[in-house]
């Protein structure tokens, strides 16, 4: 598709002019050229599509199946009729398959059906459908159709197609492409109305025009902005960060704020029991230690409040303990029917389980927040204010810390809600957890390391500019221990409750400065992001579950976990980490403001290149009867030096830590900022002045014979200045790379070779020279060449140097 560039556009419509005016030479040499760039934007446009057909790849959906008593995670399009399809809350059903075993299964099929209602799904042989969420429980399913063989491919939708939305910078590229092409064809047309009516030949006049329309149509800058992105997200991809469409990379670099929760992403994720602590006794338990008798009930409780497959951290801490140290006795009971269990909510972050025990009786046991457990055993002010005072004591090592209570004996209900049933054991399970009576056991404390790497990455933000705040549904004191620890600034801890209690404008107030939140539900999380944004930052919020899914869609750059996030978290996200990592989400800062930087880097060069062509390009409107300096050969030959510029040397330039104590940038910010259009004008400017001075100077001063030094008689003097003048853009537009790139970086030393490069070969091979219909050079006209050029970029590059100190490229 690349043949159909405007660039190669106009360059075929030279070389067909050519072919009428009798000069099928200069026509053949377009012709070259125009091979020759789309081979270079073919090359680029492969580099492009394998970026994003491996973006594509990583983030297709993928499917937990069991085949052939193993356990496999395979993208949705290898599920195989047979295979058992594991069902757990936020997943998409990969395929249209029939339940064999769940347990509480809701599913959301609003995607098939529109029902915005979830239906249960509980039957064993009952037939779901791919596409369908499951929004609650679990459970297994034999898959018995994929593909197009399901009920969402007869109706040719795809979950994984998604359409990426268009960018700022994509909608600001169009806006400025499309005002570039109106001036240009305004221009084209006046040059070939003055042009042709002064000298009467309207072919040459139309050629005029067409190589006026190539100096001044930059149309490297859409091509210059795709590849960067799909680029840019290939590298993200590949330090473990997934970009769901490139556009994700642009983001990155104006992010002011990173809310991040605490567990497996500052953390490890590997919970391990730490203490015990028996309530109201307060004897105490260490790991590593002996579990003794008083300790066993407390254990046995925490196992029941737990489920009997678990997948949370916590819980698997839990069973670990248990089975290796009450492993064969009679406090664990596998064989227990599980009557009814009673999931956390909003208001009471308690979970309990109702089982039968071998006597047929109810046994009751929940475990949560200590405030929540005080609250279900309907404790008086003065226990509950000691219960949670020794709830602190362990919290304040940094510890997270679950109460655990039981039911009476029997687990009988509120005398005053069924005064005629003092025993529950013969009638159904109340619907509410509260019916019950309950008396406090004691705390299970658990450690989650802070991952090695945090305190570092969290100086490197900081540095940057970027706040980070970490979001817990952890008590106050084990939040703030763990801030500590990561290198988090001292400032208040802003819970759960306090968000739902501050009116929006000081909730604004109090998210501008809280550097910790804790006791977060997940569907607090869009009122946190809208706080933040509320602020005036700019938020990337992580999230890993169903209901994270509208904060997600709200931040400004969602970030879903990979391992352990639900897939409707992905599919509301921009970002995935791959490896749940924080330091993953700095590295991507990092990678985004490079990208940025160096987009910038290209765009000042690509403008600055093109204005003294421009410019050369309207000299016979401005001075009708001035012959054509640069015809469409050059410019296309030109454009073999400044493609690989933008889209090689600038896309591949490394980040400098100078990148990471710069402030983010603006979100509003334009394409084209100040600093941006004044080093292009200035570079573009100095570089155009020392081509017309090369043009004019010598005949308006007398020094023509001196510079025509060497000539064979009869020479041309159009083709004299047109050497001149063709011989300083190579070299400046070398010079140009070497100023907007990185002098330390090889590729910026080859890069601005090319010019150079290209320039020597013109000089040695006479046969080119006659082609591109210049003539052969003496020693002080190669010499006015270099001077020229290196007067011009001396200047730019302390120009540069006095409006940003040490001369570094800005990222505008």
Known sequence: MSLLEPTNLLLLACALIYALIGEPVDGAILLVFVVAIVLLDAVQQRRSSRALAELARLSAPRAHVRRDGQELELPAEQLRLGDLLRLEEGDRVAADAAITEAVGLWLDESLLTGESLPVARTQPGERILAGALVASGR?????????????????????????????????????????????????????????????????????????????????????VLALFLALGALRLARIGVLARWPAAVESLGSATVLAV??????????????????WPGQLGWRAGSLLEEPFHRLLELGVLASRGDPVDAMELAIQRLATAQLGGTEHLHPDWPLERDYPLQSDLLVFSQLWRDGAGAWQLAAKGAPEAIADLCHLEPGPAAALLAAADGLACQGLRVLAVACGLDGAPLHPELQPERAVGAAGQPPEQVHDFLFEPLGFIALADPLRPDVPAAIATAQAAGVRVVMITGDGPATARAIADQAGLPAGAVLSGAELESLEPGALAAAAATAPVFARVMPQQKLQLVRALQAAGEVVAMTGDGVNDAPALKAADIGVAMGKRGTAVARESADLVLLHDTFSDLVQALALGRRVDANLHRALAYTLAVHLPIAVLGLVPLLLPGQALILLPVHIALLHLVIDPACTVVFEALPGGAALLRQPPRRPDAPLFGPATWHRALVQGGLVTLAALALLFWPAATGLGGVLASGLRDGADAVAVQRSLVFGLLLVAGGGLVWLNGDPRSPITTVGAGLGLGLWLLVLVLPGLQRLLGLTPLSGPQILAVLISAALALLLAGLLQRRLRPGGAASSA
């Open 139 to 223: 459970g297994w399913a034999e898959v018995v159709a994929v593909a197009e063989g399901t009920e969402l491919g007869r109706l040719g939708r795809s979950l994984a197609t998604v359409q990426p939305p268009s960018t700022r910078l994509q909608r600001q590229t169009r806006r400025l492409t499309g005002r570039l092409t109106l001036l240009a064809l305004g221009l084209c047309v006046a040059l070939a109305v003055v042009q042709g009516a002064v000298s009467g030949d309207w072919p040459r006049a139309l050629l005029a025009a067409l190589a006026l329309a190539l100096a001044v149509l930059p149309n490297e800058i859409p091509v």
């Open 261 to 278: 929760d605490k567990t497996g992403t500052l953390t490890e994720n590997r919970m391990a029991v730490q203490q015990l602590l028996t």
